[in-house]
Structure formats: structure tokens, C-alpha cells
């Protein structure tokens, strides 16, 4: 061997040598967002969906780069005519990270289970739907619907927990899974500590491209200051949701940090009432709350001007959506003053409002939101607000149960179309998410009125039905749109992170990601 092509061969065997282990160092990711309890019927959150995401899939995907629907668990699929019969050709060769083989049996099973045990923190409503599952062959899976959705094909993608396929042989019987599952996603769940990480490795028998980095570790921080000054020291390779407007500002111009900000936010900020629950159960109180709140002040005084009012539910991104429709009225004390009178409520009998909120899910501003609103509200001199605060997981308990009367939460977009933004509070998950507008007499309306929307193809007329949604719910009230979430559009990155994306389902795939 010439002496030149043995160094030729070192060098490789040097390149390749750093390569293996370049793939083994942990990528490190941190974040303020907490798992509430990774139950495919029990979970309607952003960060559980994020993990089960990466560690599961479903029969669709969204394409990386195009967001277009392609195969995953199926690799193809056919559609009747009457839009009610779907046929899915499942993917051969799958496995679950447990040995199991992912066939339409599994298909089935998985989807039947979910929907069986529908929790009641959980989103099965996403996939309602669904009337029969029929296995035809170990190959193939047909999936009838109780009416035509054109939206369902978005919903049985993996960005929607209850359409994930997991093992029967890993899945704790008839309890919630609480971690406890085995799917076929790109990596498998190692180990998870609530509130501190949670543990990933890469399935090395996952049946699509194997991810770019081994190991991922997520680090989970208690408040944005903590997150800030862990990827300034280098303690984390990336921060992801969220940091503080001002933290954003400073570390642009640290030249060991990456600031990047993506597309415009659909995510969304906004006040719920739960319309059974007295005294916000009276329309006029819901809509006086509405007139007092002061979304110019949150903006300013809160995030410094960098996000922006919203007075609709539907985000103005189009597309993916479509038909956003500005109702709400601007800020009007007289307004709210005079709404309260009618009921009865005035400086001597002033309305009593409980605020509750939770103080670092949503970023460590929370506490300073729930101020102003309560302020801008007893600005009116007739009402008098009590700001209570919950962890995550009491505040999804309390929730669910129907415990609230006026609340914070924020939305993500579980699939990309407008309905997602419409219907889960009023026709799709009322009770899961704390409304109980099941309750309300124009539910019937509002559920008729989705029916039809989703059953449109002309996404003009579509569009025309979504928006006589957004009137309707100017009058009953059961939530008011306050502002868009451009704040968590941002992530931070150490200089040698490659592959960092974040878009329009303000999700980041972590399997994309190296150093």
C-alpha cells in the first residue's frame, strides 16, 4: 500500500470513527412546556402530542417540507365516491418498537381502543366520525364514516394523538397508557420524568429514514429565565417554547446563539367561559367580560408589541386556513357597564369573577396576563376578579370538570384547517375542554352549521359556513380571542445544530435535527 493511499484510508477510518460518534452525542433540547400523561385518549396538549409524535405514527403524515398528506403506516389509499368509505393499503414490514407487527389488525385495534376508552381530558372527539373499522385483509383497512368529512384525512394523520397506531402488547389493557405504549414512529420512548426530561433513542427497525441523531434528550425547565440561561451556557443545544420577549431581544445579539423567527403564528391566546357555570352562564355577562377585556394592554405592556390583537378564533394564516372572520368588538367600558346593569350588577352589587391560571406552561408572563386582564375587567368598577393559579396538570383536572367559569388556555393547531380553530370548544370536545357548550341552547346550530362546513369540498362556500360560525359566537360568548401567540414562533439554537425547523404546525420534528 502506497503511502498516500494509507493516509487516504486513515483519514477515512478517522472521518468515520467521528461520524459514529458524532451520532451518539446526545442532542439536548430545552423547553418550559411539561407532559401532563401521554394517554392517546386522555391527552389534548401540545407537548404530550409532541412526544407521542415522535415516538408513534399513524396511517398519514404531513411531508416534512411541503406539509402535504403522504403514507405512513399506509402507503396508499382510495376514497368512495359518497366520501364515507375509506380504504387504506397498510405499509408491509412495519414493526412496533416492542416486536410487534403493525398490520391492519393493529390498525384496528389501536383505533377501536382509543375511541372505546375516550377520556375526558382526551380529543377522540378529532376522529368522531369514524362509525366502523373493518379489517379486510392483514394488508388493507377500510374506515366508514357515520357522514362525509373532508377533513378526515387531516385528522388521521399523526398530528392528532387518537388516530396514533400503537402495540396491543405493550398498551396497559383498559387504563389510560400514562406512557405505557410501543409505536412505530422514528424513535422510541426511553425514559421520562415529569417535569425534569424526557429520554428518546432512535427505533433502529422504524421503516422510514432513520433520524439524524442516536439520542435526543429534552430537558424541561421551570421558567424562561432558566430556559435563556441554559442555551447561553451551552447546557442545551436548542430552546423551544418558550422565552421571554425580552430574553429573545438579548440573546439576537449573542453571536453564540441562533435566534430564529418562522412563518406567521396560527397559534392562538384567549379567554374560555364555561357557559354552565353561574355567573358566566348569562350571555350578557360573558359578553360584558368581552367589552372590558383589554387586549391593547396585554400587547404593550406584557410582550412589548411582539405579538398582536386577534378579535376571531381563526388564525390569519391562508392558507392552510381560511375564512377568518374579525367579529369581536373593540374595547367598550360603557359597553360592559351597561350589559352588567340589565342583570344586575352595578358598584353597589359589583359581578365576582374567578381568573385562574397556570404559571409556566404558557410562559412566566402568565402571572402578568392574568394582572392586566383582571385589572382591565375591574377597570369597569362593577366587577371584582380573583386570580387564582394551578400547575398544568390540576389546571386540565379542574378543566375537564367543569370546575372553571372563566379561564386561559391557548391553541396549537391539531390539524390544518380552520375547523380545528372552531370546533373542539363548541361541537367537537365541549366538555374535554371545560365550555360544556353541549349544554348551550344554539348547539344544535353550531353542530349542523360544522356538519355541513365539513362536508363542503368548494372551500369558498366552506369558508362562508365557518364564518356564520364566528358571528354566532359574538353573541353566545364562549370564548374571547385575545392574541396571537408569535411569541412561541421563535426558537434558539447553538451555532452547530443543523436540520431546526419550525412551522406552520408550530411543532418541531426532532428527528430532522443534528449537531
Not at 392574568?370 to 396538570?393: D, F, H, K
Request: hydrophobic share 40%.
Amino acid at each position: 500500500m502506497s503511502k498516500f493511499l494509507g493516509i487516504l484510508v486513515l483519514a477515512g477510518l478517522l472521518i468515520g470513527s467521528l461520524a459514529a460518534f458524532a451520532a451518539d452525542v446526545p442532542l439536548i433540547i430545552g423547553t418550559i412546556d411539561s407532559l401532563d400523561e401521554l394517554s392517546f385518549a386522555n391527552s389534548w396538549d401540545m407537548y404530550d402530542w409532541h412526544v407521542l409524535r415522535a415516538t408513534c405514527d399513524a396511517l398519514l403524515r404531513l411531508n416534512d417540507d411541503t406539509l402535504e398528506l403522504e403514507g405512513a403506516i399506509a402507503q396508499s389509499w382510495e376514497v368512495s365516491d359518497d366520501g364515507t368509505l375509506y380504504t387504506f393499503h397498510i405499509r408491509p414490514g412495519v414493526t412496533f418498537s416492542d416486536g410487534e407487527v403493525c398490520d391492519a389488525n393493529a390498525v384496528k385495534w389501536a383505533l377501536d381502543r382509543t375511541r372505546r376508552l375516550d377520556g375526558p381530558k382526551g380529543a377522540v372527539s378529532l376522529i368522531y366520525v369514524i362509525d366502523t373499522i373493518t379489517v379486510i385483509d392483514d394488508l388493507t383497512v377500510q374506515i366508514k364514516l357515520n357522514l362525509p368529512d373532508v377533513t378526515f384525512l387531516l385528522a388521521m394523520t399523526n398530528q392528532i394523538a387518537p388516530a396514533m397506531i400503537y402495540s396491543q402488547k405493550s398498551a396497559p389493557g383498559d387504563e389510560f397508557d400514562r406512557g405505557r405504549y410501543a409505536g412505530c414512529g422514528p424513535y422510541k420512548l426511553v425514559e421520562y420524568v415529569p417535569d425534569q426530561y424526557v429520554k428518546y433513542e432512535a427505533f433502529a427497525n422504524y421503516y422510514g429514514e432513520q433520524p439524524k441523531t442516536r439520542y435526543v434528550i429534552e430537558r424541561h425547565y421551570s421558567d424562561a429565565s432558566s430556559l435563556r440561561a441554559a442555551i447561553e451556557s451551552g447546557e442545551i443545544d436548542v430552546a423551544f417554547r418558550t422565552l421571554n420577549p425580552e430574553d429573545i431581544k438579548d440573546l439576537a445579539t449573542n453571536p453564540q446563539v441562533v435566534i430564529e423567527q418562522w412563518p406567521p403564528s396560527p397559534g392562538i391566546r384567549y379567554l374560555l367561559f364555561n357557559v354552565t357555570n353561574p355567573p358566566v352562564d348569562n350571555p350578557f355577562v360573558r359578553q360584558a367580560v368581552c367589552y372590558a377585556v383589554d387586549r391593547a394592554t396585554i400587547v404593550s405592556q406584557v410582550f412589548g408589541g411582539t405579538v398582536a390583537p386577534i378579535y376571531t378564533m381563526v388564525p390569519n394564516v391562508d392558507p392552510p386556513f381560511f375564512g377568518a372572520f374579525p367579529t369581536f368588538p373593540e374595547r367598550d367600558l360603557d359597553k360592559a357597564r351597561e350589559l352588567l346593569a340589565t342583570v344586575g350588577y352595578d358598584e353597589a352589587n359589583p359581578l365576582v369573577l374567578s381568573l385562574p391560571y397556570t404559571p409556566s406552561h404558557y410562559g412566566t408572563f402568565e402571572a402578568d396576563v392574568a394582572t392586566v386582564i383582571a385589572a382591565s375587567l375591574e377597570e369597569t368598577g362593577v366587577i371584582q376578579v380573583n386570580i387564582e393559579v394551578l400547575e398544568w396538570g390540576a389546571y386540565l383536572d379542574q378543566m375537564a370538570s367543569g370546575a372553571f367559569g372563566m379561564y386561559l388556555l391557548g391553541w396549537h393547531p391539531d390539524y390544518l384547517e380552520t375547523s380545528n380553530f372552531l370546533g373542539p370548544w363548541t361541537t367537537d370536545g365541549p366538555e374535554s375542554m371545560g365550555t360544556y357548550f353541549n349544554h348551550h341552547p344554539n348547539y344544535q346550530a353550531y353542530k349542523e352549521i360544522m356538519n355541513v362546513a365539513r362536508a363542503t369540498v368548494d372551500t369558498v362556500k366552506r369558508a362562508s359556513l365557518y364564518k356564520a360560525i364566528q358571528i354566532l359566537s359574538t353573541q353566545d360568548v364562549p370564548w374571547i380571542p385575545l392574541w396571537s401567540m408569535t411569541d412561541e414562533m421563535v426558537t434558539a439554537r447553538l451555532p452547530g445544530v443543523q436540520g431546526l425547523k419550525l412551522d406552520v404546525t408550530m411543532d418541531i420534528d426532532i428527528w430532522n435535527i443534528f449537531k
